[in-house]
């Protein structure tokens, strides 16, 4: 229903729907169609009650049906924001990102921003039992679930082990594919670590999220068949979409 039709066709007298009603279900096609994707947030009160010639009241009558209906969520003295529909990501031995979003129905992708070697950090060092001195290829990956960015994700790889890994990241081949180049036909996750963290701007901007939002951060470790670390990684995810599921059992 568009604004013209909610204010021409008198809501409230002639159509037998409440004027709220009428609001919120203009409102519910808006989120559906996208139309607050850039900002994440709806109109405010006073913007929002004039556009549709109604009281504060009114509106928030509105509002708070489609909080109710889980479409957005209020913020005292933010807002109100856009209330993304949750991706369970799941956790497990067998962590892949592409099947947790394929058995959604959702469609995964990946950008490439960032693949060079590196001196591996203290941490990469550590986790991936790595020789003092020795180099990483460190990857960013900006994953995306149906083309909206959901985390962003930072992995680091033996240098010596995987050498010509990121010319083929390059040229579009996928990780599994890469892996299998290199002998490991198969791997599993070690462990996952997961903790808070607020984002840099940079972050925010790439994962289209305030600055001011706390994120979900996993730093993993991946071992081929022998139990030897292949990956030593950290993916911050949106918290607002993006819920971790922790699977007890050796399968996702």
């Known amino acids: 229903m568009t604004f013209e039709r909610l204010t021409s066709s008198a809501p409230g007298r002639r159509s037998g729907v409440s004027v709220w009603r009428q609001i919120a279900d203009t409102l519910t096609t808006e989120i559906h169609d996208r139309a607050y994707a850039d900002t994440g947030r709806l109109p405010g009160e006073i913007e929002l009650a004039e556009r549709f010639s109604v009281n504060r009241h009114t509106l ?65 060092t550590r986790e991936l039992r790595l020789p003092k001195g020795a180099s990483v290829l460190m990857v960013e990956m900006l994953d995306e679930a149906n083309d909206e960015p959901i985390g962003l994700a930072t992995s680091y790889y033996p240098a010596q082990r995987f050498a010509g890994l990121l010319e083929m990241l390059n040229e579009g081949t996928c990780t599994t594919d890469i892996l299998r180049h290199f002998g490991v036909q198969d791997y599993l996750r070690a462990q996952s670590r997961i903790t808070t963290q607020m984002p840099g701007d940079e972050t925010a901007r790439l994962l289209k999220q305030p600055a001011t939002r706390p994120m979900l951060c996993v730093e993993c470790v991946d071992v081929d068949m022998d139990g030897t670390p292949i990956k030593y990684g950290e993916t911050i995810f949106c918290g607002d979409r993006v819920q971790l599921v922790v699977s007890a059992g050796d399968e996702a």
């Open 60 to 124: 928030r009558q509105a509002v708070a049906a489609l909080q109710h209906e889980g479409l957005v969520r209020i913020e005292p003295g933010r807002g109100t924001f856009v209330q993304h529909e949750l991706v369970d990501y799941a956790l497990s031995r067998r962590t892949r990102f592409s099947e947790n979003l394929l058995r959604q129905g959702l469609l995964p992708s990946k950008q490439l921003l960032t693949a060079r070697e590196l001196p591996a950090p203290p941490r990469a």
